[in-house]
């Protein structure tokens, strides 16, 4: 079983374009996470939900926009694609109420914009 | 706010050797230290936490690292590195915010490629 799982594994589109990326969780965690990472592998947070509510918004354009539907679930939408978005993206979550909390990751999703 | 620093991109070991992955932080408050590793391809995996206690934390596929307050590091170490240890080494520290809440901030990653 899949703990943290994310679709699609590839995603290879043209500048300008919309595209979302779907994350899903079944370890019950109450907060979830979106990181970019790019070509040179740094890892940097963008958003992070808890139980459903945006808690960390770092300075990432407003073209991105994730979405938290419940707390098992968090999907990030991307606006008018460009080429500098190009990188891996993985979603995480963890318990915060334990306040130690360990993060898991998905596999990531590998976003190609030409 | 906090920050953590791997000085190496890259450290090779042979297969049978002790090997370490060193990582320096810098935070205010208490530390609380993460290490992750990242197979090719693959998501991040959790190794080991340093919250308190014990300087020597134990650690996942027998993977240890050392809490040394006074160099301000979390270096990671195993006695005898496997070529299947081969993969990108990150360090992670809990950054609090003025808002209350806290985030994770990652070094730059060391890969680690351990010659048969």
């Known amino acids: 079983d899949t703990a943290v799982s994310q679709t699609p594994k590839y995603l290879v589109t043209q500048m300008g374009n919309d595209k979302s990326i779907k994350c899903e969780q079944n370890?019950?965690?109450?907060?979830m996470y979106w990181y970019k990472q790019d070509s040179k592998k740094f890892l940097k947070i963008m958003f992070s939900y808890n139980n459903k509510e945006l808690i960390i918004n770092e300075t990432v354009p407003n073209r991105f926009s994730p979405k938290s539907p419940d707390k098992a679930h968090l999907n990030l939408h991307i606006n008018s694609l460009e080429l500098g978005d190009s990188a891996v993206y993985f979603c995480a979550s963890s318990q915060r109420t334990t306040f130690t909390d360990t993060q898991y990751f998905g596999p990531g999703t590998r976003l190609t914009v030409l | 706010a906090q920050s953590v620093a791997q000085p190496e991109d890259q450290v090779n070991v042979a297969e049978g050797n002790p090997l370490t992955v060193k990582c320096t932080y810098s935070?205010?408050?208490?530390?609380?230290l993460f290490w992750y590793v990242q197979y090719p391809n693959r998501g991040l995996q959790f190794l080991l936490k340093?919250?308190?206690?014990?300087?020597l934390v134990k650690g996942s596929y027998g993977f240890e690292a050392e809490f040394n307050k006074s160099q301000t590091s979390f270096h990671l170490k195993k006695p005898s590195a496997l070529v299947s240890d081969s993969a990108l080494y990150f360090c992670?520290?809990?950054?609090?915010?003025?808002?209350?809440?806290?985030?994770?901030?990652f070094g730059t990653g060391t890969r680690l490629k351990v010659l048969a």
């Open positions: 370890l019950g965690h109450d907060t």
């Open positions: 340093y919250i308190t206690g014990d300087n």
């Open positions: 935070v205010s408050g208490n530390p609380y």
């Open positions: 992670a520290v809990r950054d609090i915010q003025t808002s209350g809440t806290y985030k994770y901030i």
